[in-house]
């Protein structure tokens, strides 16, 4: 191993020890919903792909949705409701042009709508990759119709050449923020403001070395501050460390961030960010010697707290194959606020080497901070604007935008690890459950398609539920949450999808309802249903940190069900356990059944094979699921077995039937078909090459048979019959072998007449009518 390859694995271990070794990164979901088109309000049009950029329009009542060369207004509450749709598809000339530059005509040089967002007037921004030449525009929806105003904006800069390349943007206070690519070979990587004046990052590989952008948010941190502060906006990105001394290129998660106020420096960084910082961003999973890519970031905020308080949930995917964890983690705004306030820099520093090293600065820092926004401390030294700051701290920061210090999650661990489907998207959603406590809900999109619901519990990881939203499965590359509608839409290539918040309707008992944990349902008592707890106004009964499902009332007994099996016969009793949590066991008559020979424990029930007079009786399925207080345990099903015909008192007599329907038995009946079907090719070949002689010439050569013995008188019994072999000669020696075989018969018959032999039956040669015969 290369020994700068081991420095970087011992640089990066301890990322690895920050979390317990007894967490639980199996979790599993506690119920799995599989795909059903009642899981969710649909929308997809025929032969639109794509559906990866959202609006909400709530003042409208609208989801604005950006797909491959359209833009569709759809009813919030109900998106399978299609209210308009404007197509802006490339020109042939535009595809033509892409081609050339060797791009895919039927996915790459078409228009992918990238950027919508609402400017002040109410109007939409949007943006598309227009086959590789990106280009904005203004629409409005006005009289239920989508409008483009058709003033073409050079997208440059603001939308990404490429369409499946990862892009950022906002629009804060009419000002768009975009991180993104600047050329079409994708090598000028931007984070740019632009208007009203254009700003952006300089083209050097200590601010941005390849980097993979994520997504932005903007923090009104001049708000209440007693500093005079400015507003910042955030971006959060992957990108090559530049600090790390590895044989290999090694990937980090970064947060970077700039200020609303920023216009650049007066000689130097003129036009580009003087306000530009960037922070490496940890997630410490177990099993990961490398440090877990950052691929999508949810800002919540409390409405009635500080900015201080808001939090940023971030999903994080491994980049070597030898894992399939995927985490979440949490971070707060105060804590990445203090590290770029408060930090040390890191500096380049030249080694004997080729590599450059980045050591942490410990030199003077220029006052004012590099970095820092306006604030009142330098407005009292005479800089109001970016342009007044001095040279040396601009300096400064040019050549040391990175902080030395990294960020660390809260507790510094994950609030979820998962194994399995790679986690895409995420949004949080905060509910105060009926304890009074307020828990936030993550819900996270996966690779599969799927939706979890999770919470952390006190730093137990509990994942409530995973529903399969798209069939066949599609990555969710979307996640917008409305306040308006309490309604989740995930978009995907194949189509959106909308959910509800809780589906408390699931949990058919109290028991289920309890043990789900999920804070937005509760079992009411008066209604003797799991309920969504704001639509309730009785007594209900939730345990979300424990799941008690002993706070329930007794639960009616399972009414059981007559079962009739013959002797030697097989029978199937089901049973499906309530989640993925519970295990399901069998008893008799009161007494465990362990499983053996005749007795088989399926998944979803169990199997009689060869019943016996001793397989009668009353048997049930009784499910055990734990939680954080003890087991608990309920019957799901229960069956009053009789082995013999069925009496007059009702049951089913299990009887061996043959199978009428099905697509095993369409199979047998194709496939005798097709057998029917060749046989009667085949003879009808045989009757047309003479094989085989029909039915009707056969019945006529027997008559003539008969005829030619009648009119003979008849033959002697004793006589020789005669035969070819006799005949054989007399043909080959008339033609000598070259007489064409249509004359055969001729000759054998003038042969005949010459001879006068009154034993040549003339009736048998004249059916010698195939060449192969002969």
């Known amino acids: 191993m290369h020994p700068l390859l081991s420095l970087c694995a011992l640089w990066l271990l301890p990322l690895a020890l920050m979390l317990d070794e007894d967490s639980p990164l199996d979790c599993v979901p ?10 969710a309000h649909l929308f997809r049009e025929e032969g639109v792909f794509n559906y990866s950029t959202m609006l909400l329009r709530e003042d409208l009542d609208l989801l604005v949705l950006g797909a491959r060369e359209a833009v569709f207004a759809l009813d919030l509450k109900d998106i399978s409701k299609k209210q308009a749709v404007v197509k802006w598809e490339v020109t042939q000339k535009q595809e033509e042009d892409c081609k050339n ?85 994708g090598s000028e990587p931007v984070l740019m403001r632009s208007s009203p004046t254009s700003i952006r ?17 903007e923090m009104p941190e001049s708000d209440f501050s007693e500093d005079g502060d400015d507003d910042k906006v955030y971006v959060f990105f992957s990108e090559t460390a530049v600090e790390c001394d590895c044989y290999n290129k090694l990937v980090v998660s970064r947060v970077a961030r700039v200020c609303k106020g920023d216009l650049g420096g007066q000689r130097t960084l003129q036009k580009k960010w003087t306000s530009f910082l960037k922070a490496r961003l ?32 971030a999903v994080f995917t491994p980049q070597s194959d030898t894992s399939d964890l995927s985490a979440v983690c949490a971070y707060s705004v105060s804590d990445i606020s203090r590290v770029f306030a408060e930090g040390k820099y890191k500096t380049p520093v030249p080694v004997e080497t080729s590599f450059v090293k980045w ?30 700051l001095p040279d040396r701290t601009l300096q400064f920061i040019k050549d040391k935008p990175l902080m030395d210090q990294a960020i660390q999650p809260i507790r510094e661990k994950p609030l979820l690890v998962r194994r399995g489907a790679t986690f895409t998207r995420i949004i949080v959603n905060q509910v105060q459950a009926a304890d009074g406590n307020k828990y936030h809900v993550m819900f996270v999109g996966t690779e599969e398609g799927t939706l979890l619901k999770a919470v952390n519990y006190d730093e137990e990881m509990f994942i409530i539920e995973e529903v399969q939203l798209f069939q066949p499965p599609e990555p969710i590359k979307i996640l917008k949450f409305s306040n308006v509608t309490g309604q989740i839409y995930a978009g995907s290539d194949y189509g959106v999808a909308q959910v509800p918040l809780a589906t ?18 509760g079992w009411d008592k008066a209604e003797k249903r799991c309920v969504f707890i704001s639509d309730s106004q009785g007594e209900l009964v939730q345990s979300v940190k424990d799941g008690d499902a002993s706070l329930c009332p007794e639960a009616d007994p399972v009414k059981p069900v007559n079962q009739t099996i013959w002797p030697g016969g097989n029978l199937k009793l089901r049973c499906t356990a309530p989640s993925n949590l519970a295990i399901t066991t069998w008893e008799r008559d009161g007494s465990p059944l362990t499983p053996e020979a005749r007795l088989q424990f399926l998944r979803d029930g169990l199997l009689i094979l060869n019943a016996s007079d001793s397989d ?26 009789r082995v013999g015909p069925a009496d007059k008192g009702g049951g089913t007599v299990i009887m061996p039937r043959a199978q009428v329907s099905g697509a095993s038995v369409a199979g047998l009946q194709a496939v005798v078909a097709l057998l029917v079907v060749s046989l009667l090719a085949l003879l009808a070949w045989n009757f047309y090459k003479g094989h085989l002689p029909l039915p009707w010439h056969c019945g006529k050569r027997n008559r003539l048979q008969t005829q030619v013995t009648h009119e003979h008188g008849g033959l002697n019994q004793n006589a020789p019959r005669p035969g070819l072999v006799e005949e054989k000669p007399l043909v ?27 034993n040549v039956n003339l009736p048998t040669l004249k059916y010698i009518d195939d060449e192969s015969e002969i």
């Open 282 to 313: 940890d997630c410490p999973v177990l099993e990961s010697q490398l440090p877990y890519i950052i691929q999508d970031t949810y800002r919540w905020c409390d409405p009635q707290k500080r900015w201080r308080d808001c939090l940023f949930y």
């Open 732 to 758: 080959v020696g008339t033609d000598n072998g070259r007489s064409n075989n249509n004359h055969t018969g001729e000759a054998v018959f003038s042969a005949a007449e010459e001879r006068n032999d009154p």
């Open 30 to 39: 506690r119920r799995s919903v599989p795909y059903h088109r009642d899981n």
């Open 504 to 521: 408390c309707e699931r949990s058919p008992s109290c028991m289920d309802c309890v043990l789900t944990r999920d804070p937005y349902c």
């Open 616 to 641: 009668a009786g009353r048997y049930r399925c009784v499910s055990t699921e734990s939680s954080k207080t003890e087991p608990f345990s309920t019957a799901v099903a229960e069956y009053e077995v």
């Open 201 to 217: 990052t300089e083209f050097k590989s200590s601010w941005l070395n390849e980097p993979n952008f994520v997504s932005m948010t």
């Open 359 to 388: 050591v942490m600065y410990s030199g003077d820092v220029p006052i004012p901070r590099p970095g820092a926004c306006i604030d009142n401390a330098a407005r009292r030294e005479g800089i109001t604007q970016t342009l007044d």
């Open 101 to 185: 530059k060797g791009k895919d005509p039927e996915t790459e040089c078409k228009n992918y709508i990238r950027i919508l967002h609402k400017s002040e007037d109410n109007r939409m921004y949007v943006c598309g990759t227009n086959a590789f030449d990106p280009e904005c525009d203004y629409m409005s929806y006005t009289d239920g119709k989508l409008v483009l105003e058709k003033n073409g904006e050079d997208g440059k800069g603001k939308c990404p050449f490429d369409p499946f390349q990862r892009y950022a943007s906002i629009m804060f206070e009419n000002s768009l923020y975009s991180a993104t690519s600047m050329n079409f070979l």
